[in-house]
């Protein structure tokens, strides 16, 4: 891996970041393997909540049903580690279904393979409120 990202790895990414918004607010699990890793994970910092894996992902999604926040993300940074390692650093703004506001950082670990980027790790970091859903 190069020590900087092409405009194009840059601009899959970017994608990827805005498919996850789509696909995962609107509950469509079947298309979580088109965001996350087979053996992807998310990381709820506030709760201590670790979905590992499609499935897991997947029964995460679920179980917010009408609830889920409508996701934002924005203000990304790519960066390559010195041995490849590709992250991913974002503000991510959620509506919640009351219309309140919940926002807070990713702090993502990207793999390329055979079928393009996807997120091998995400961990979410909430700022405001202080309390609340994930």
């Known amino acids: 891996m190069a020590a900087e990202l092409t405009l194009t790895q840059t601009d899959e990414i970017r994608r990827l970041f805005a498919l996850f918004s789509h696909v995962f607010d609107n ?7 088109q965001v996350f890793a087979a053996d992807g ?3 709820l910092a506030r709760t201590g909540s670790v979905f590992q894996g499609l499935d897991a992902i997947r029964k995460f999604n679920l179980s917010l049903g ?5 996701h934002h993300t924005v203000d990304t940074v ?3 580690d010195e041995d490849g390692t590709v992250r991913g650093r ?3 703004l959620a509506i919640l279904p009351d219309g309140s506001l919940h926002n807070g950082d990713y ?3 990207l793999v390329h393979t055979e ?7 995400r961990r979410s970091v909430p700022r405001y409120p202080l309390a609340g859903l994930h």
């Open 115 to 121: 079928a393009g980027w996807r997120i091998a790790y």
């Open 78 to 80: 790519l960066s390559v």
């Open 41 to 43: 994970v998310i990381e």
């Open 90 to 92: 974002s503000r991510y």
């Open 107 to 109: 702090f993502d670990v």
């Open 27 to 33: 509950g469509e699990v079947d298309a979580l393997g």
């Open 66 to 70: 009408e609830h889920s926040p409508d």
